[in-house]
């Protein structure tokens, strides 16, 4: 994302070879330059300011950069704009790709530091909350920042905006490390799990914690509070060594020094920091003064508290985020923190519980010799960014919430989640010569004016062969079925087909006609599906060549899965009709609240 450039001195020139324009945006210069590509400053059409990073050529043609892009665009849209730079368009499909991201003038933190020296503490309470509102949100949406420092947070009017989320780089881990002998990220905010050797080491939210403190310390004293000579020596300040505070006083330092713990178990979750930084312990006239000269951030952190949850008593220890690899959409109806004794939910399309804190402490005094031993054998090239700021860095991992409590749920974390409420993994799609359109009506709803099947826009990511699908289904209009394509590969894929009174599991036919041949049809008798009902929950677990059915987590029938060519494969939402359905429809289905598993 952008570097906090403004359009004035900060941006330079177009370069010779720089494009004019890309997509339907006018680019009039170039605001930075990183390990992912270029970031141009860019007009749209209707004159909005807009920042366009352009992914670098090498990495265009690399179809697992160019999977990975797809995946975190995906992911980074799901970020609600509550002190962060709002996503705003990408395509990763195009020549060149790019992503478009809202436009933040304003001097960076870092900038102000230097320049200025350390923040006041109005300013620097202002700061505290906007960067932690910032991570509840991130968080809530299912992102790891990774690379939080003060050149990644925006001083910009109203609130500060912190930048370059959970976007694909040119290096990516999916453990706390790139490479066995390469760390990536700044080393000054790196919380001290980063430097493990262990690959099984997970990444997690309370790594951007670490870095918050961190981040805070050096806007109130100008110093980082692990502050060394070289390198090295400062991660092994970070490593074994208490945080040096001086500066800073009162509940807000106590707050930092608890972020700043060496176990990631022990330290808060971003929405503890955001609610004890606004609950008015810790320093009430300060928060008051922010807030005062900041409406917008007043308003972003009560938003971002609202979205992911009542936490109820701030002293309550509250479960943090084990992350495991995956990629999940930001579903705003069920991102809630709750307290460790809390129930889970137990309803379709309600909150989910949150993933109770790890447990596992990782050991000092192990981590501390191997990390020792590997810079006095020179195996460790840590990744600096201190002389350049601008360059990019690893993708963020994600985390999912886990799922509903209902009957065929698995235990493990969902693939890919979606609401389907509004525009995100799923989007929009009309066809006019078939009168199809797929629309957003408080839940994704397809429609085709004719019989005939009709696939709306998700996401691209391939589901390996053996996953799990839930999805809640409603169906609108007499005759219409709900379909629900797995293992889809192009034209050739699984189809199951849900209708009022029966379910079909069929096959795409391979000539591409559109044609589906039925393999098992599962009569619903006496318990037809409603029309206009509240939303039935199907689920479909296909393991090597059988697929169950379920319909309220009660398991109905098993169908032949016949083709074993056919593997993994995207799963697409769309509109069919019953088999004796008249040529003239409407057929209309809704669907809400997806949920993908990977069983494999």
């Given at each position: 994302?952008v570097?906090?450039a403004?359009?004035?001195?900060?941006?330079?020139?177009?370069?010779?070879?720089?494009?004019?324009?890309?997509?339907?945006?006018?680019?009039?210069?170039?605001?930075?330059?990183?390990?992912?590509?270029?970031?141009?400053?860019?007009?749209t059409?209707?004159?909005?300011?807009?920042?366009?990073?352009?992914?670098?050529?090498?990495?265009?043609?690399d179809?697992?950069?160019?999977?990975?892009?797809?995946?975190e665009?995906?992911?980074?849209?799901?970020?609600?704009?509550?002190?962060?730079?709002?996503?705003?368009?990408?395509d990763?499909?195009?020549e060149?790709?790019?992503?478009?991201?809202?436009?933040?003038?304003?001097?960076?933190?870092?900038?102000?530091?230097?320049?200025r020296?350390?923040?006041?503490?109005?300013?620097?309470?202002?700061?505290?909350?906007?960067?932690?509102?910032?991570?509840?949100?991130i968080?809530?949406?299912?992102?790891?920042?990774?690379?939080?420092?003060?050149?990644?947070v925006?001083?910009?009017?109203?609130?500060?905006?912190?930048i370059?989320?959970?976007i694909?780089?040119?290096?990516?881990?999916?453990?706390?490390?790139?490479r066995?002998?390469?760390?990536?990220?700044?080393?000054?905010?790196?919380?001290?799990?980063?430097?493990?050797?262990?690959e099984?080491?997970?990444?997690?939210?309370?790594?951007?914690?670490f870095?918050?403190?961190s981040?805070?310390?050096?806007?109130g004293?100008?110093?980082?509070?692990?502050?060394?000579?070289?390198?090295p020596?400062?991660?092994?300040?970070?490593?074994?060594?208490?945080?040096?505070?001086?500066g800073?006083?009162?509940?807000?330092?106590?707050?930092?020094?608890?972020?700043?713990?060496?176990d990631?178990?022990?330290?808060?979750?971003?929405?503890?920091?955001?609610?004890?930084?606004?609950?008015?312990k810790?320093r009430?006239?300060?928060?008051?003064?922010?807030?005062?000269?900041?409406?917008?951030?007043?308003?972003?952190?009560?938003?971002?508290q609202?979205?992911?949850?009542?936490?109820?008593?701030?002293?309550?220890?509250?479960?943090?985020?084990?992350?495991?690899?995956?990629?999940?959409?930001?579903?705003?109806?069920?991102?809630?923190?709750v307290?460790?004794s809390?129930?889970?939910?137990?309803?379709?399309?309600?909150?989910?519980?949150?993933?109770?804190?790890?447990?596992?402490?990782?050991?000092m005094?192990?981590?501390?010799?191997?990390?020792?031993?590997?810079?006095?054998?020179?195996?460790?090239?840590?990744?600096?960014?201190?002389?350049?700021?601008?360059?990019?860095r690893?993708?963020?991992d994600?985390?999912?919430?886990?799922?509903?409590?209902?009957?065929?749920?698995?235990?493990?974390?969902?693939?890919?989640?979606?609401?389907?409420?509004?525009?995100?993994?799923?989007?929009?799609?009309?066809?006019?010569?078939?009168?199809?359109?797929?629309?957003?009506?408080n839940?994704?709803?397809?429609?085709?004016?004719?019989?005939?099947?009709?696939?709306?826009?998700?996401?691209?990511?391939?589901?390996?062969?053996?996953?799990?699908?839930?999805?809640?289904?409603?169906?609108?209009?007499?005759?219409?079925?709900?379909?629900?394509?797995?293992?889809?590969?192009?034209?050739?894929?699984?189809?199951?087909?849900?209708?009022?009174?029966?379910?079909y599991?069929?096959?795409?036919?391979?000539?591409?006609d559109?044609?589906?041949?039925?393999?098992?049809?599962?009569?619903?008798?006496?318990?037809p599906?409603?029309?206009?009902?509240?939303?039935?929950?199907?689920?479909?677990?296909?393991?090597?060549?059988?697929?169950?059915?379920?319909?309220?987590?009660?398991?109905?029938?098993?169908?032949?899965?016949?083709?074993?060519?056919?593997?993994?494969?995207?799963?697409?939402?769309?509109?069919?009709?019953e088999?004796?359905?008249?040529?003239t429809?409407?057929?209309?289905?809704?669907?809400?609240?997806?949920?993908?598993?990977?069983?494999?």
């Amino acid at each position: 994302m952008v570097d906090g450039a403004g359009p004035g001195e900060r941006t330079q020139p177009l370069r010779l070879g720089d494009p004019q324009t890309l997509g339907d945006y006018q680019l009039i210069g170039r605001l930075g330059e990183g390990g992912m590509g270029t970031v141009y400053l860019g007009r749209t059409n209707a004159g909005v300011l807009v920042a366009v990073k352009m992914v670098r050529a090498d990495l265009a043609h690399d179809d697992e950069f160019r999977r990975r892009f797809r995946s975190e665009v995906n992911r980074a849209r799901q970020v609600p704009p509550f002190c962060t730079a709002e996503v705003l368009d990408a395509d990763p499909d195009h020549e060149s790709p790019y992503l478009v991201v809202e436009y933040v003038d304003g001097p960076t933190l870092a900038d102000v530091v230097e320049q200025r020296g350390p923040l006041t503490s109005a300013n620097l309470h202002g700061v505290a909350i906007g960067v932690a509102t910032a991570l509840t949100a991130i968080h809530g949406a299912g992102v790891i920042h990774r690379d939080l420092k003060p050149r990644n947070v925006l001083l910009a009017p109203g609130s500060p905006k912190v930048i370059d989320f959970g976007i694909a780089r040119a290096m990516e881990a999916t453990s706390a490390n790139t490479r066995t002998d390469q760390m990536v990220g700044t080393v000054a905010y790196m919380a001290p799990e980063r430097f493990s050797s262990d690959e099984d080491t997970p990444l997690t939210p309370a790594a951007d914690v670490f870095a918050w403190g961190s981040v805070v310390a050096y806007a109130g004293t100008g110093q980082t509070p692990f502050f060394a000579d070289s390198p090295p020596a400062m991660a092994a300040r970070i490593l074994t060594q208490p945080p040096r505070l001086d500066g800073l006083s009162g509940p807000l330092r106590d707050l930092v020094a608890h972020s700043l713990e060496k176990d990631p178990a022990n330290r808060p979750s971003s929405r503890e920091l955001l609610d004890l930084l606004i609950s008015g312990k810790q320093r009430p006239a300060a928060t008051a003064a922010a807030f005062a000269d900041q409406p917008d951030l007043r308003a972003a952190a009560v938003e971002a508290q609202a979205v992911t949850g009542v936490a109820g008593d701030p002293s309550v220890s509250l479960p943090t985020l084990a992350i495991p690899p995956g990629m999940v959409g930001y579903d705003e109806n069920s991102i809630v923190t709750v307290p460790i004794s809390a129930p889970p939910a137990d309803t379709v399309a309600g909150p989910s519980p949150a993933v109770p804190r790890q447990g596992r402490r990782w050991a000092m005094p192990a981590l501390l010799a191997v990390f020792v031993t590997a810079l006095v054998a020179g195996a460790v090239l840590v990744a600096l960014e201190l002389r350049n700021e601008d360059r990019s860095r690893a993708g963020g991992d994600t985390v999912s919430p886990a799922p509903s409590a209902t009957a065929s749920a698995p235990a493990g974390l969902p693939r890919l989640q979606d609401s389907l409420r509004r525009p995100s993994l799923w989007t929009a799609k009309d066809y006019p010569e078939e009168q199809a359109t797929c629309y957003f009506d408080n839940a994704l709803v397809a429609r085709r004016e004719q019989a005939g099947t009709y696939k709306c826009r998700g996401p691209l990511d391939e589901i390996p062969a053996d996953m799990h699908v839930e999805v809640s289904v409603r169906l609108d209009t007499p005759d219409s079925c709900a379909a629900i394509w797995f293992r889809n590969n192009g034209q050739v894929g699984y189809q199951a087909r849900i209708c009022e009174r029966n379910i079909y599991i069929g096959l795409h036919n391979k000539a591409g006609d559109g044609k589906i041949t039925v393999h098992k049809t599962i009569p619903l008798g006496d318990a037809p599906i409603p029309l206009n009902g509240p939303g039935t929950r199907i689920g479909l677990i296909a393991r090597g060549d059988r697929v169950e059915v379920y319909r309220d987590g009660a398991l109905i029938d098993t169908a032949p899965l016949t083709e074993p060519e056919l593997q993994e494969g995207r799963v697409l939402l769309g509109v069919y009709n019953e088999r004796d359905a008249p040529e003239t429809g409407p057929y209309e289905v809704a669907y809400t609240d997806i949920k993908i598993w990977d069983l494999s």
